[in-house]
């Protein structure tokens, strides 16, 4: 619940079957234009617009998610009343739950139909109103809440979340001062750690480029892009190995060919890097256990590529028990074990 990681006890399968958090759902950034929510809600969505995300260094053209955003005035008039019912239906299985983009308590990115991210402005949201909702709800589950915060942030609202127990969310691609990795260890307590998230590349797919091939071939970078891409990952995959070796992480014997496959060390190093920060949850994404190169889902494109229909090729027990798999469990145990109060 906001204020601290509860132990799940509305969950199913959850601290019953030995979770000590249970579930961790998802709440998305909105509803489908031709989806339930919106049919059921007349006059609540702006059917003329998407909810999106200006241009930035993820992605140079804004993108547009073919969401419709829910209007500021009805959501002022309720109360929040429809916002509150769709938390509690999440909750109500849940011992987490992740709210995705959760700037929009404060403002969404609002981009007119048939425009592009570039043509977009903000549209700010009752967040005084919305907020209180989300705590009152997660109060009534005890339900611990983190905050997808990534993007562009309004000044002060980090601080206001974590004023009211929201987790943060920290990734490792994005915790940067200048050229280098911010050192996990100085990441804030008041949040959730995690190497990638199913937004982003894969470790294996970002290690050999792997997205990069990708954005090239949907026309989402050009050909000089693209080769400036390469060349700034090579120089962030010899920082980050520099950093994890100082950290006394992997040896020198151990280190990769420059562009080699991911091997086990050295993905098992980097999630021990990101374990050392003293936030009070760390996440470790199925996909990197199974060693897969491809994203989950890549923001912006819908038809182009099969966005969350991809299946692991290995089932749980063999995702658990496989080299990679208990070689990246066993670095995050270790390291958490040291860094987090909350630690299992």
Known sequence: ?????????????????????????????????????????????????????????????????????????VQEATAGAAFAELLAANMRHAGLLRVDHVMGLNRLFWVPNGASGRDGAYVRAPFDILLARLLLESQRAGVAVVGEDLGTVPEGFRERLADAGILSYRVLWFEREGDRFRDPVRWPANAAACVSTHDLPTLAGWWTGADITEKRSLGLLTDTASVEARAARRLEKCVLLDQVAAAGLLPAADFPAEDGELDDAVAAAIHAFVAAAPSALMLAQADDLAGEGEAVNLPGTDRERPNWRRRLFSDLDALLSSDRGRAILSACAQGRTSSSPCSD
Do not use: H, K
């Not at 990681?5 to 998305?28: E, K, N």
């Not at 031709?34 to 998407?50: C, Q, V």
């Open 1 to 73: 619940m906001a204020g601290g990681p509860p132990v799940g006890r509305r969950c199913p399968g959850g601290s019953a079957g030995g979770l000590r958090l249970g579930f961790y759902r998802d709440l998305a950034v909105g509803a489908a234009p031709d989806g339930a929510e919106t049919w059921g809600t007349p006059g609540a969505f702006a059917l003329g617009a998407s909810v999106g995300a200006p241009p930035d260094l993820f992605s140079a053209e804004g993108q547009v998610w073919n969401l419709p955003p829910p209007i500021p005035l």
